[in-house]
Nanobody, 113 residues
């Protein structure tokens, strides 16, 4: 079983950059054909896919968030990281890291001054 755990600040000020890390155990993030996703759920809304990192290190982003999103990885720590810049209160959500069918528990991020 793959275990994923999100970590990062729970409160971010508007216009700043949100940065979250997903620590993976039970599998290597470089395992062939594994894809590592970030997904979020704003309060009262559905799930929104943010982007993903491939096993080969290639990221792909949601078109609606692409201009503000960066996903990177640290293979020595078996982690992948989300950065979302210029955040607004609309970026307030529970953020999940995912390697289907496994999900992290999620971490609440609130954007507020």
């Amino acid at each position: 079983q793959v275990l994923l755990e999100e970590s990062g600040p729970g409160l971010v000020k508007p216009s700043q950059t949100l940065s979250l890390t997903c620590t993976v155990s039970g599998a290597s993030i470089t395992t062939n054909y594994y894809f590592w996703h970030w997904v979020r759920q704003p309060p009262g809304k559905g799930l929104e896919w943010i982007g993903r990192m491939s096993f080969s290190g290639s990221p792909i982003y949601s078109p609606s968030l692409k201009s503000r999103t960066s996903i990177s990885r640290n293979t020595s720590k078996n982690q992948f990281t989300l950065q979302l810049s210029s955040v607004t209160p609309e970026d307030t959500a529970v953020y999940y890291c995912v390697r289907l069918p496994d999900w992290g528990r999620g971490t609440q991020v609130t954007v507020s001054s």
